[in-house]
Each structure stands twice: as C-alpha cells, then as structure tokens.
C-alpha cells in the first residue's frame, strides 16, 4: 500500500474518531439540558404551593440590620456594598441563610413567600461574593457547574424543604414563573453596578407593594434604567433579556417604563415612542475604598 494511501486512511479514521467524539459530546449536553429542564420544572411545581390563611410572619431583621450597616448610597445615586466591612458579618449573614433554609416556605402566603425568596436570592448572593472578595465582578466566579456555565447562578447553593436550590432556581423558576411579576427584577440584586439597586433593607410581606414600587420607580428613573438623548431612548439590558416578563414587546417594556417613570421622562418617552439601544454594567456594586 503506497504512503498517501495510508495517510488517506488515517485522516479518515482520525476524522470518524472526532466525530464520534463530538456526537458524544453533543449527546451527553443533550442529556444534561433535558435533566436540567425536567429538575427547573419539579422546583416550579414544588415552590407553586402557598397557604392564602397563612397569618406567619418571618422575621428578616438580621438581614436588615446587615443592609444598614453595609449598604450605603454613593455620589451617583446607587446603592454601593462595602464588601470589606461585610466580611467581618459574614458569620451573621450565613446564620441568616440558614434560619430560612428551616423555614416550610410553602406553607406561608403569597406576600411572605415573595419577600423570603427576594431576600435568600439577595442574601445568598452578597454571601458568595464574599467568599470569593476581592471580585471585579460576579461574572468572575465560576462556580457553576458544566463546561459553558458563567458565573455562581447555576450552583446549588441552599437546600430548602429538602430540595437543592440555585440563585437560577429562585429567579427564573420560583419568582418569575410562581409570581409572575415584572417588579422580581427590581427585587433581587445580582451584585452588579447594572442591576437594580441592593435595597438598604430587607422585603417584609406586608409592605411588599410599597417596597416593589419604590424600587421599580428608583431604577426606571436612574440612569441604569432608562436614558434619553435628544431623540433617543437607551434602555437596561434587562428589559431586553426578559422583554417576556415586560409585555413581550418593545411596546410592552414602553408602557411599563412610563407606568414607573416620573413626569419629565414619562413625557420624553412618549415622545420618542421607540427603544434605539440598550447597555448594561456587570462591575461588581461594591464601594471603591
């Protein structure tokens, strides 16, 4: 058999091999999405569950007192972390997250459940950044798991009635498919300069209307929610990458925008009457000293 020949037959079985190799891989994402998705819809269905008579109330004060003392408004208008001073409470802050990972969440009302999961998403949240201070941004820490994953949202990081619970679980699968409520992106803070502010205290059942509007009405007016420029109107990325939760259009994120905004943008958005551009900030939200 001559030389070119043999080099022939290597290449191709070099080639078989590789694709077999990537049809393997292929497979085992396949696999691995389907697993994910049939897990995110047992969470979904687990945590739909809540008690209308429930009259119980969870005390989320620790976690209050932790926001007074950590979180404090800069120069610009936004809620900044002191990370550093944090560190010293952590022990308070992991004390917390464990009271409610004892909590029967669905045995509580709608309201209740509501502000537990915006203050465990917040919570487990600050808590991770904390192991891994001093961070750029939350992007950096990959703890998730799977070869493509970014960043900590994918990691089981609580078990709570039993079951194994990600900042992905609480957000995507508990908040925004049980609640079904736009303002859960004003609620829970993923660290970041771009994301709605890290309120100073935490969410209480019975001021939770109040609460959400405020933070809804703070973030829309500021100039990571929505910026106008002569004639153009520059939206957060995150009206763009949950435009579901907003309407589903560019028409419903508009009308949502106006619905929170105060006079002068309200009057320049109906001006405009269209979205021309969006952005997003991913520095953590942490005080510069």
């Known amino acids: 058999m001559k030389m070119t020949n043999r080099k022939k037959i290597t290449h191709l079985l070099m080639s ?10 292929s497979s085992g994402i396949i696999e691995l999405n389907l697993m994910s998705q ?21 005390d989320h004060s620790p976690l209050t007192k932790l926001l007074t003392q950590y979180v404090k408004v800069d120069n610009n208008g936004l809620n900044k972390v002191n990370y550093k001073g944090f560190k010293n409470k952590q022990a308070a802050l ?21 502000a537990y999961w915006a203050n465990l998403y917040n919570a487990v949240t600050i ?35 039993g079951t194994k619970i990600s900042l992905d679980d609480i957000e995507h699968q508990i908040l925004r498919k049980v609640h079904t409520d736009p303002r ?13 502010d890290l309120q100073g205290q935490a969410f209480n059942g019975k001021n ?4 959400l509007n405020e933070a809804a009405r703070d973030y829309v007016n500021s100039n990571r929610g929505a910026v106008v420029k002569g004639n153009r109107l520059a939206i957060s990325k995150i009206y763009v990458w949950f435009k579901k939760d907003f309407g589903g259009s560019d028409r ?18 109906e001006k405009i009457g269209s979205i021309n551009s969006s952005f997003y900030d991913w520095t953590l939200n942490g005080q510069s000293k």
Do not use: M, R
Request: hydrophobic share 45%; with cysteine.
């Open 94 to 114: 992991k004390s917390y997250i464990k009271s409610l990972e004892a909590v029967k969440v669905t045995s509580l009302s709608k309201a209740e459940q509501f």
């Open 252 to 269: 419903g994120v508009l009308a949502h925008l106006k619905k929170y905004a105060n006079s002068e943008l309200k009057a320049k958005i």
């Open 184 to 196: 859960v992106h004003y609620a829970v803070n993923c660290a970041s300069v771009g994301c709605p």
């Open 16 to 25: 078989l091999s590789l694709i077999a190799g990537v049809s393997t891989i």
């Open 38 to 58: 049939a897990n995110a819809a047992t969470v979904t269905e687990q945590f739909s569950k809540s008690n209308p008579a429930s009259k119980a109330v969870i």
């Open 208 to 211: 939770l209307q109040a609460q």
């Open 127 to 161: 808590n991770v950044v904390l192991d891994a201070f001093p961070v750029k941004s939350i992007k950096d820490i990959d703890i998730s798991p799977g070869l493509f994953s970014n960043g900590p949202w994918g990691k089981k990081l609580v078990t709570i009635e």
